[in-house]
């Protein structure tokens, strides 16, 4: 298969979605320069660097004189540790899923929600509702980078495409959340089970036919005391968790 030079040095260059960061460029000269010491005979790359005006272009250049040495070019992309999807269209495969890894995916709950002081305390807690009814089923947050400035979508899009449950944090109207809910909700092919988990006195009247689990805020009383306002929260906590229970039976079929 054909090496797509270009899409390499894009790659290189942290210019090739998914993939933003930049290759080092010291690294990629010592790397060549050792691998192909005629073709990059001392001043070489200081010739490259004079004629080209982006990192990009250099990293091109510089493999374009590899073309003809097929065989050193395609050690060179190896010894780059080059992605497969970067070396050129033809290299494209479907990643292959394993029976273990299909397996935990299909037990799994996808929780889309702001990345704030709460999300570790709720996650927490529907855990250890499926711990304790439901086992075998896992609550998982999507692990997000960003680099360079750029948002990884490609990183949501696959969390959003992976699980056959979600349950959406969808309180104070958080808008990573609601494009995420859009996203699942739009995409035809895919057959997840969606629920909203939203405060108590939140309405959202254009789903009023989805599954809505209730997280009734505690209000504090001014001047009560610690144990009433901890007495307080821990029934509203018994009757979350007894509603998503009662969710959870109908979810998770």
Same mark, same amino acid.
């Given at each position: 298969?054909?090496?797509?030079?270009?899409?390499? @040095? @894009?790659?290189?260059?942290?210019?090739?979605?998914?993939?933003?960061?930049?290759?080092?460029?010291?690294?990629?000269?010592?790397?060549?320069?050792?691998?192909?010491?005629?073709?990059?005979?001392?001043?070489?790359?200081?010739?490259?660097?004079?004629?080209?005006?982006?990192?990009?272009?250099?990293?091109?250049?510089?493999?374009?004189?590899?073309?003809?040495?097929?065989?050193?070019?395609?050690?060179?992309?190896?010894?780059?540790?080059?992605?497969?999807?970067?070396?050129?269209?033809?290299?494209?495969?479907?990643?292959?899923?394993?029976?273990?890894?299909?397996?935990?995916?299909?037990?799994?709950?996808?929780?889309?929600?702001?990345?704030?002081?709460?999300?570790?305390?709720?996650?927490?807690?529907?855990?250890?509702?499926?711990?304790?009814?439901?086992?075998?089923?896992?609550?998982?947050? @999507?692990?997000?980078?960003?680099?360079?400035?750029?948002?990884?979508?490609?990183?949501?899009?696959?969390?959003?495409?992976?699980?056959?449950?979600?349950?959406?944090?969808?309180?104070?109207?958080?808008?990573?959340?609601?494009?995420?809910?859009?996203?699942?909700?739009?995409?035809?092919?895919?057959?997840?089970?969606?629920?909203?988990?939203?405060?108590?006195?939140?309405?959202?009247?254009?789903?009023?036919?989805?599954?809505?689990?209730?997280?009734?805020?505690?209000?504090?009383?001014?001047?009560?005391?610690?144990?009433? @306002?901890?007495?307080?929260?821990?029934?509203?906590?018994?009757?979350?968790?007894?509603?998503?229970?009662?969710?959870?039976?109908?979810?998770?079929?």
């Amino acid at each position: 298969m054909k090496i797509d030079i270009n899409r390499v @040095a @894009a790659y290189l260059a942290g210019n090739f979605p998914p993939y933003y960061e930049t290759f080092p460029k010291i690294e990629f000269i010592l790397k060549l320069s050792a691998k192909a010491e005629k073709v990059f005979p001392n001043g070489r790359f200081d010739l490259i660097e004079k004629h080209t005006d982006s990192l990009q272009s250099f990293f091109s250049e510089s493999l374009n004189l590899l073309k003809n040495h097929t065989e050193l070019l395609q050690e060179i992309i190896d010894d780059l540790e080059i992605p497969i999807e970067a070396r050129g269209s033809d290299f494209i495969q479907p990643k292959v899923v394993s029976t273990k890894e299909k397996q935990v995916e299909e037990k799994t709950i996808g929780f889309i929600t702001p990345f704030d002081g709460e999300k570790v305390i709720t996650e927490n807690f529907i855990q250890e509702i499926l711990d304790e009814k439901f086992k075998g089923w896992s609550i998982k947050v @999507a692990t997000l980078k960003e680099e360079n400035g750029r948002f990884l979508w490609n990183s949501i899009e696959n969390f959003l495409q992976k699980y056959p449950v979600y349950i959406a944090d969808i309180r104070g109207g958080n808008m990573n959340v609601a494009l995420e809910v859009g996203y699942l909700l739009g995409d035809r092919k895919n057959n997840c089970k969606v629920a909203l988990f939203l405060d108590e006195n939140e309405k959202i009247s254009d789903l009023q036919g989805m599954i809505r689990i209730s997280k009734k805020q505690n209000e504090t009383i001014a001047g009560a005391s610690e144990s009433k @306002a901890l007495d307080a929260q821990k029934e509203i906590n018994e009757k979350l968790k007894e509603e998503l229970i009662t969710q959870f039976e109908s979810l998770l079929k």
